[in-house]
C-alpha cells in the first residue's frame, strides 16, 4: 500500500502547496539553528513528513534546499545527515562571521533608532540577571537576541544577508566545549562594550568592540582543538 503522506499536498496545488514547504524550510532550519540534533545525525525523510505534516516531495525539495545552503549534507548510502565541519571549516566560518558582524556593529553604531538602542539595553539587563542566577540557558537566548538585534539595528541589508547564510551556530553547537564555564569570562562586559559604542554613535568603537567580542570565541575554539590535539597524540604515543 502507497504512503497516504505522497498525497498530503495534492488537495493543495500552487500557492498553498508552495507556502507549507516554506513553514517546513523554516521550521526545519530553525530546529537545526537551535543545535538540538546532533552533528551528523542521519534525518529520515519519514519522521521529518510526521513532524511538519508535509508530503514526501515536499520534504525532499525541503532537504535539497537545505543541502545547497550547507545546512545538511546528502550522500549515497549514508542519506542525509546534520553538518558536521572540520577544524578548518569551523574556523573559516567564525573568522567571517567576526569581519561581518563587527561591520554590522558599526553601522548600528550610525544607524540604530533610539527604539532599537532600547530594545538592547533590555536584553543586555536581562543578560545581568540570567548570569547572576545562574541560568545559562535563558543567557544564551539573550546572546542571540542582542546579536539578533545588533543586525536589525545595522539596517545594511547586505551585510545582514550574508550574515544570515553563516552557519556559525552549527560550528558552535559542534565544538563547544560543554564542561566549560558559561557564559564565557568576559561574556558579559564584551557585550556591554558594544551597547556602549552604539549608544555613543560611536562606530569605530563599535566595530573593535564585536570583532573583539567575535574573536574571542573563535580564540576559544583553537584552544580547545590544541587541546585535543595533545591528548590524542599524547594517547596514542
Do not use: W
Not at 574556523?91 to 554590522?104: N, V
Not at 533590555?122 to 545559562?136: F, H, N, P, S, T
Not at 573593535?208 to 574573536?215: D, E, G, K, L, T
Not at 576559544?220 to 591528548?231: D, F, G, K, M, P
Amino acid at each position: 500500500m502507497m504512503d497516504s503522506s505522497e498525497f498530503d499536498d495534492v488537495a493543495e496545488p500552487g500557492r498553498n502547496s508552495q507556502t507549507r514547504q516554506d513553514q517546513a524550510y523554516e521550521g526545519l532550519r530553525s530546529l537545526l539553528l537551535s543545535g538540538s540534533i546532533e552533528p551528523d545525525t542521519r534525518l529520515t525523510e519519514a519522521d521529518l513528513t510526521r513532524m511538519f505534516n508535509v508530503s514526501r516531495s515536499t520534504m525532499r525539495a525541503v532537504l535539497v534546499r537545505l543541502a545547497q545552503e550547507g545546512f545538511v549534507t546528502s550522500e549515497v548510502n549514508r542519506g542525509v545527515r546534520t553538518r558536521s565541519f572540520t577544524v578548518e571549516e569551523a574556523l573559516d566560518i567564525l573568522e567571517a562571521r567576526e569581519t561581518l558582524e563587527s561591520a554590522l556593529a558599526g553601522k548600528a553604531a550610525e544607524r540604530a533608532t533610539d527604539e532599537e538602542i532600547d530594545a538592547l539595553r533590555r536584553i543586555l539587563d536581562e543578560m545581568v540577571d540570567c548570569k547572576a542566577r545562574g541560568d545559562q540557558a535563558a543567557y544564551s537566548q539573550c546572546n542571540r537576541r542582542f546579536h539578533q538585534q545588533v543586525k536589525e539595528a545595522a539596517h545594511q541589508q547586505t551585510l545582514a544577508r550574508a550574515y544570515d547564510t553563516l552557519l556559525y551556530p552549527l560550528v558552535m553547537r559542534q565544538y563547544r566545549n560543554l564542561s566549560a564555564r558559561h557564559p564565557r569570562g568576559g561574556s558579559l562586559e564584551e557585550h556591554q562594550a558594544i551597547l556602549m559604542a552604539i549608544v555613543t554613535r560611536n562606530p569605530d568603537a563599535a566595530v573593535a568592540a564585536m570583532r573583539h567580542h567575535v574573536a574571542s570565541a573563535r580564540r576559544a575554539l583553537l584552544l580547545q582543538t590544541r587541546e585535543s590535539t595533545v591528548e590524542t597524540n599524547q594517547e596514542t604515543t
